[in-house]
T-cell receptor, first 113, second 114 residues
Framework: SQQGEEDPQALSIQEGENATMNCSYKTSINNLQWYRQNSGRGLVHLILIRSNEREKHSGRLRVTLDTSKKSSSLLITASRAADTASYFCATDGGGTSYGKLTFGQGTILTVHP | DGGITQSPKYLFRKEGQNVTLSCEQNLNHDAMYWYRQDPGQGLRLIYYSQIVNDFQKGDIAEGYSVSREKKESFPLTVTSAQKNPTAFYLC?????????????FGDGTRLSIL
């Protein structure tokens, strides 16, 4: 079953602008991960945030996690045309589902040069 | 280079035919996963394995079968019982020796019906 719901489904911005994508989930998690997928390719891991963390940075990426609202956001600053891709959040529920991921539907990001 | 290799990149299936998708990893990961992705959708888990000679059904296992005879290999068979097999199939692996590890993905196999 799909636990994550992503918002918006599609986002179109100009190069240099910031892009924000949101993810909501339903059950408790061990960690939440963000992945990028270029057209016709596999997924590439971007960043993992643990359930006891609130914010994490990696280069131009900033991820926040609010476990009380069961939501996360991914911010890409100073976007580039090369950032054009689909972005997915995935939750790791821990416990007996340790290591298994449940993916959201994804956000399609288009960055215009 | 360490990574996951999926083959073939494109595969065509005839009516009533079983086809097997290959997934090999040289990352020494214990866990391996198979996902199905339909156009504009997220990934859905078909099967996963955390140890050699053992595997579990995911959310959409009907019409699929797997084996895990070697740590490096986790082939997926799409059987004739899978009536709607056209999709993009992704294989992934993960280390289990530490917590909070990401999954690593191959570049996928696109399966179509002839």
């Amino acid at each position: 079953s799909q636990q994550g719901e992503e918002d918006p489904q599609a986002l179109s911005i100009q190069e240099g602008e910031n892009a924000t994508m949101n993810c909501s989930y339903k059950t408790s998690i061990n960690n939440l991960q963000w992945y990028r997928q270029n057209s016709g390719r596999g997924l590439v891991h971007l960043i993992l945030i643990r359930s006891n963390e609130r914010e994490k940075h990696s280069g131009r990426l900033r991820v926040t996690l609010d476990t009380s609202k069961k939501s996360s956001s991914l911010l890409i600053t100073a976007s580039r045309a090369a950032d054009t891709a689909s972005y997915f959040c995935a939750t790791d529920g821990g416990g007996t589902s340790y290591g298994k991921l449940t993916f959201g539907q994804g956000t399609i990001l288009t960055v215009h040069p | 280079d360490g990574g996951i290799t999926q083959s073939p990149k494109y595969l065509f299936r005839k009516e009533g035919q079983n086809v097997t998708l290959s997934c090999e990893q040289n990352l020494n990961h214990d866990a391996m996963y198979w996902y199905r992705q339909d156009p504009g959708q997220g990934l859905r888990l078909i099967y996963y394995s955390q140890i050699v000679n053992d595997f579990q059904k995911g959310d959409i296992a009907e019409g699929y079968s797997v084996s895990r005879e070697k740590k490096e290999s986790f082939p997926l068979t799409v059987t004739s019982a899978q009536k709607n097999p056209t999709a993009f199939y992704l294989c992934a692996s993960r280390a289990l020796d530490r917590r909070n590890q990401p999954q690593h993905f191959g570049d996928g196999t696109r399966l179509s019906i002839l």
